[in-house]
């Protein structure tokens, strides 16, 4: 019998909880490991994987037994390698889940499947964030309060420079008086995304009920509806009987008779 778990994979690039002791602190495990811990559940089979793993922890076969991808990036975006985003990128058309998590914004692999910059405006003060559902019915909504609150976080304001396609699931209002689309999702080929704004690695952020719900219900929305290649392209037989043509063409144009 298949396995009905869903095959989850965080990857984190795991620098500042090596460098900074009071990141390390709040992470002692890195940001994956807290997420691992958490996330837990009979549902999810959970590996983690980070920047400094032979191919950063994304092997092909890794891979194709993720079904939903978790990234956490912020310090070392450039050291990602181009063949490995590809690679993420790939699985992501044929059908594999991915949440992009805070600073992952920059990542390369956002940037490519947004197809936009990406940038923002931000402030390092701590402001405390206020997080409102827009909307309800949306599964990676289900069980939250109409709004919740995150005592200090970084600030991300408006405007963020994402894909006009996004459906926004989660704004957020900060202390400071900024507005900021803090969880929206896009479909990239078979595959979804979603992405979810809080996560500064100085705030005990992944402990947060409200976020561990949002980022639970989010992969189990995430999961592969469909996974085949993408684009699953081919030159087909026509299905009904094509007219005689009173005129000849090759691959460049009509060729008069
Ligand atoms: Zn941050």
């Known amino acids: ?147 919740f609150e995150l005592p200090y976080e970084e600030m991300y304001g408006e405007p963020f420079m994402i894909a006009g396609d996004a459906k926004i699931v989660l704004m957020s209002w900060f202390e400071g008086g900024e507005l900021f689309r803090s969880g929206f999702t896009l479909q990239r080929g078979n595959g979804r995304l979603f992405y979810f704004r809080p996560g500064h690695e100085a705030f005990p952020t992944y402990y947060d009920p409200n976020v561990l719900k949002v980022l639970g219900n989010a992969i189990r929305w995430a999961r592969p509806t469909l996974s085949m290649p993408y684009p699953n392209t081919h030159a087909p037989d026509p299905l009904e009987k094509i007219s005689e043509k009173t005129f000849k063409f090759d691959k460049v144009g009509i060729i008069k008779e």
């Open 1 to 147: 019998m298949k396995n009905v778990k869903i095959n989850v994979t965080i990857w984190n690039e795991y620098i500042h909880e090596k460098k900074e002791p009071s990141v390390r602190a709040i992470y002692p495990d890195g940001i994956h490991g807290a997420l691992a811990k958490k996330l837990a559940a009979p549902d999810l089979e959970i590996r983690t994987a980070t920047l400094e793993e032979p191919e950063h922890g994304l092997t092909q076969e890794i891979l194709n037994n993720t079904d939903v991808l978790l990234w956490w990036g912020h310090a070392a975006h450039e050291e990602v390698k181009d063949s490995i985003v590809s690679r993420v990128q790939q699985r992501v058309w044929e059908g594999m889940g991915i949440i992009v998590l805070h600073s992952a914004h920059m990542s390369k692999i956002f940037r490519a499947l947004n197809g936009t910059s990406g940038k923002l405006h931000w402030r390092e003060a701590g402001d405390r964030e206020r997080l409102w559902v827009i909307d309800p019915a949306h599964p990676i909504a289900a069980g939250l309060p109409e709004h």
